[in-house]
Every structure is written in C-alpha cells, then in structure tokens.
C-alpha cells in the first residue's frame, strides 16, 4: 500500500477520534451543568433563605466569570493557539486563562461546601 494512503487511513481515523472525543465531553459537560441547575434550584427550594447570603451571591459571580472564562479560552483563544503560524503568545495566554479557570472554580466549591455546612 502507498505510504501516502496509510497517511490519509490515519488522518481519517484521527479526526473522527477527535470528534468522537468532543462530542463525547460536550455531553458529559451538558449533563454535569444541567445536573449543577437542577440541584442548585432544588437547594434554593428547601432553603430559600440561601438567596440573601452574600456567600451565594459571590458563588453566582463567580460562575458567571467561570463561564466566560471558560467561553473565552475554548472558542476564542484555543482555537486561535492551535492555527498555523499562531503567535506563541496566544498559547501562553489561553494556557493563564484556564489556570486562572481553575482557581475561580476551587473557590466556587469552596463557596459550595460551605453553603451546606
Ligand atoms: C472543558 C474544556 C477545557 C478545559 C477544562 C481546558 C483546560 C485547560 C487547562 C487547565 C490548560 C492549562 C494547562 C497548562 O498550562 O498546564 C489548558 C491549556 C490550553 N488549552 Fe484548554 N481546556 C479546555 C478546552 C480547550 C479547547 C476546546 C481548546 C481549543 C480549541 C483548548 C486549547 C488550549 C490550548 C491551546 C492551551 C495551551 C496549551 C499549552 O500551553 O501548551 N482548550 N486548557
């Protein structure tokens, strides 16, 4: 077989891992949301005094800039890392965007435990 045919044999099957892959989080990413609503709203039910502690107005803003954070480094910078001939730069700064993700939803569980303690 011509080596360029075992090239494209992979390539193809690559691609459709990656999809697979991405689809395949995207899923588990939409239920574990949906799941975090569902509980959230369940918990504001059997405690609506929740809704006047600052705590849970500081864990909602954090959310918030999670999900933009979030939004900013998997359809904006990501993508734009991975291009060809993308300044290395941009890399750098979608790599500080997730870690910085990390640290606001630490202290978004932190808020959580302490919400129900
Ligand atoms: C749930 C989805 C994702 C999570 C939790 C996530 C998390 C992370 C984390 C924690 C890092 C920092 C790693 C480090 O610097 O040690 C990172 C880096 C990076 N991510 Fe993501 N990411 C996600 C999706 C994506 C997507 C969809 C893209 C592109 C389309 C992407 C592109 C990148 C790039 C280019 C870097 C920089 C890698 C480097 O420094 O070599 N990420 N990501």
Do not use: C, E
């Not at 369940?42 to 929740?50: D, T």
């Not at 933009?68 to 993508?79: E, I, M, S, T």
């Not at 734009?80 to 790599?95: D, I, N, Q, T």
């Amino acid at each position: 077989m011509p080596a360029g045919a075992v090239q494209a044999g992979r390539h193809w099957s690559d691609s459709q891992g990656v999809a697979y892959r991405t689809g395949r989080s995207i899923l588990a990413l939409t239920i574990a949301l949906g799941l975090l609503v569902a509980t959230g709203l369940g918990n504001l039910w059997l405690h609506p005094y929740f809704l006047r502690l600052p705590r849970l107005h500081w864990k909602l803003g954090l959310v918030a800039l999670a999900l933009v954070l979030a939004v900013v480094h998997d359809f904006v910078l990501g993508p734009r890392a991975g291009k060809p001939g993308a300044a290395p730069s941009v890399r750098v700064r979608a790599s500080w965007i997730a870690r910085i993700n990390v640290l606001v939803v630490l202290v978004i569980v932190l808020l959580g435990l302490g919400l129900l303690r």
